[in-house]
């Protein structure tokens, strides 16, 4: 009896029976020439043999034909030098079943030592359901990115496209409004240039959602002065609030920080938009304050105010305030928009509100002390004086609705215009002309040139510093193209009619435009 037991304690198969048994993975054991000594019953099931049907079998029997032979020779290499390690590290492992089906899996081999030999433990996992995860989350990403990219490419030519129709109707609507003098069509015009205004900024918000979501806007940092921001932000809003009667207080500014302007310059829009969206008396106020080396811009207004459960909810996309008995304006896009530019910008947000009295809103951001050497705008005065004023406006546009209804808004206001769709058309066009008293371009034109190159060329060709206006979707972008072009102003898309034909007066008056973006060593 005691032999027998000395046998079955040396027997491999009794040694480790059980603990393969208990495995939750396909296992087998070879000896040193690849002959197979022992499997479990889940290498059973895996490769579809019997046990007795792979003892005494070399293990390439579990392999596909075409690799058998490759695998002897590495074989031998391992049991020459054996060491716990992954089979295959970076290649795509298959087992071959019974029935001639291959599928992948993944095997780690170990070497076991006893007092009489060494043999090798191989233990196999099915990975075919996981591949084919890995294969189907591949190819969901490349779709993914194919729709990111088809999205992003949709929305490049909806910035541009999209406006297009609405800009012509903003500009025929403001030269209708100087064209006729019936209090009835006057009426008339008023209720589509409010209808135009909700159409252009619904359009504006849903294309500055997508592309944010998109990821199709990248910061473009520089360093400037709060101020000219702040200047922006007056020019665009303090009609707006006197037509409700608000008190709009711009507290001036000398510091400086460094940011995209154009991006910040968007939040704090739509932050001012919304104040006065929700004020119905007393004002809105606009200033920084300063602690330590941080900025915090604040909007604070005397509105309805949030309350403390809602303040989170406004900054997603088609939230909005319910206020009994009265209607809901906007779409709930504004705070959703700022949210995702502070994100982007990596600036915090912060609410302080009280339903009732109002809501401040504050944007933090590092403070630069430095000197600013990067674009910077310089701000003139508007001249109060709205008598009548004749001069000549080179109009560049290869938008021919746009360019049209450009014309006859400038036109309408005693102007003469010359026009022309591309650099090049321009060009031949001051030949036989005396030089014009305004520029005003769109950026991108038909011929592939920019705005910035054709003002920088008819300024050569007249030897004159003559006052543009560039009119673009993306001042972000257009920025670093006419950086050092002085005497320049930029205006978004889209235009507004009343304050286009303000900005071109002040031109013609001055000789210089309302809002220049310069370098540090240019002059206004």
Sequence with gaps: MSQVRSHKENSPELFFRDLLESAPDAMVIVDSSGRILIVNSQAERMFGYLRDEMYGEQIEMLLPAEIRTRHSKQRAGYAANPHVRPMGRGLELNGRRKDGSNFSVEVSLSPIRTQSATYFSSVIRDVTERKQMETELIEAR?????????????????????????????LLNGALKRSVSEQKALGMLAS???SLNTMTNLLNSLLDISRLDAGAIEPQPELFSMQSLFDRVATDFSRQAAQKG???DVVPSDLRLEADPNLLAEIVQNLVSNAIRYTDEG???????????????????TGIGIAEGDQQ?????????????KKSEGFGLGLAIVKRLSDLLGTRMQVRSEPGKGSTFSVWLPLHSGEIQSAQEVVLERPASEAAISGSVLLIEDNQAVAEALRILIEAEGLEVALAATAGDALE???????????VSGFHLQDGST?????????????????????????SIVVDFVRGLDNCMLIRKPVNPDQLLADLRIAIETGGVPVSIVNDEGAA
């Design 246 to 248: 608000l008190k709009f």
């Design 429 to 439: 066009l001051a030949k036989s002309r005396q030089s014009a008293d305004v520029i």
């Design 142 to 170: 490349r779709a993914a990115e194919r729709a990111n990219k088809a999205n992003t490419a949709f929305l490049a030519a909806a910035s541009h496209d999209l406006r297009q129709p609405v800009q012509a109707l903003t």
């Design 451 to 475: 705005g910035a190159e054709a003002i920088s060329s008819l300024r050569d060709l007249y030897a004159a510093n003559i006052p543009a206006l560039i009119i673009t979707g993306d001042t």
């Design 313 to 325: 909810d406004i900054f997603e996309a088609f939230q909005q305030i319910n206020v009994p008995g």
């Design 283 to 301: 004002g809105v106020r606009l200033f920084c304050e300063q602690l330590d080396d941080a900025v915090c811009v604040c909007v604070e207004d």
């Design 192 to 194: 589509q240039e409010k």
